[in-house]
């Protein structure tokens, strides 16, 4: 099935560095989601976004709705150790099935 | 307002057996959806309900596959004749429905199959 596109699937950073990540799509969507997800645990809301060009912040989080409505970024600002995870963004239609499709994910590593 | 419940969150059980989660979705979210994770990958979607009607599940991956929302409340998913390849985390996310805007699902803890 279709499938958001993150890459890369794996990134390093230090503490305190910020970080961005990148979704994109060959579809448009009208709802990016942007989701945490810790090892045997569901994913954990984040940031939603509704409306292209739509910039929301949530803590030291960050995220933008592209105005192509194909694509979404996430920033990390300071990062801290718990921010080691796997992060996944996720696009849905809204109509009578919002269903989410979602990305592979980036996994996060934050050397201390 | 507590979050998505979903049990048993692990299960183990042998190839040929039948298999039942459950999952109890936020109050007053009226939208159910099932999702199947694999090792490496995204969720991607199996079913959905809106309220007790079962609008969506030709993705469900085989006929061995069936859900159920009785009451509208809380769902089940049964996997029945299990094979090694059913093995995969199952999610369950709940959302309300907004005319003519983007919801948000909200995902529960899942659980866990392995087929021996």
């Known amino acids: 099935g279709q499938q958001l596109n993150q890459s890369p699937q794996s990134m390093f950073i230090q503490e305190g560095e910020d970080v961005s990540m990148n979704c994109t799509s060959s579809?448009?969507?009208?709802?990016w989601l942007w989701y945490k997800q810790d090892p045997g645990e569901g994913p954990v809301l984040l940031i939603a976004?509704?409306?292209?060009?739509e910039l929301t912040s949530n803590g030291r989080l960050t995220a933008q709705f592209g105005i192509t409505r194909k694509d979404s970024f996430l920033n990390i600002s300071a990062s801290i150790p718990s921010d080691v995870g796997i992060y996944f963004c996720a696009g849905s239609v809204t109509g009578a099935n919002s269903k989410l499709t979602f990305g592979k994910g980036i996994t996060l590593s934050v050397r201390p | 307002d507590t979050g998505v419940s979903q049990n048993p969150r692990h299960k183990i059980t042998k190839r040929g057996q039948n298999v039942t989660f459950r999952c109890d979705p936020i109050s007053e979210h009226n939208r159910l959806y099932w999702y199947r994770q694999t090792l490496g990958q995204g969720p991607e979607f199996l079913t959905y309900f809106q309220n007790e009607a079962q609008l969506e599940k030709s993705r469900l991956l085989s006929d061995r596959f069936s859900a159920e929302r009785p009451k509208g409340s809380f769902s089940t998913l049964e996997i029945q004749r299990t094979e090694q390849g059913d093995s995969a985390m199952y999610l369950c996310?709940?959302?309300?429905?907004?005319?003519?805007?983007?919801?948000?699902?909200?995902f529960g803890p899942g659980t866990r199959l392995l087929v021996l």
């Open positions: 976004l509704y409306k292209a060009g």
């Open positions: 996310a709940s959302s309300k429905q907004r005319q003519g805007a983007g919801e948000t699902q909200y």
């Open positions: 579809s448009i969507f009208n709802t």
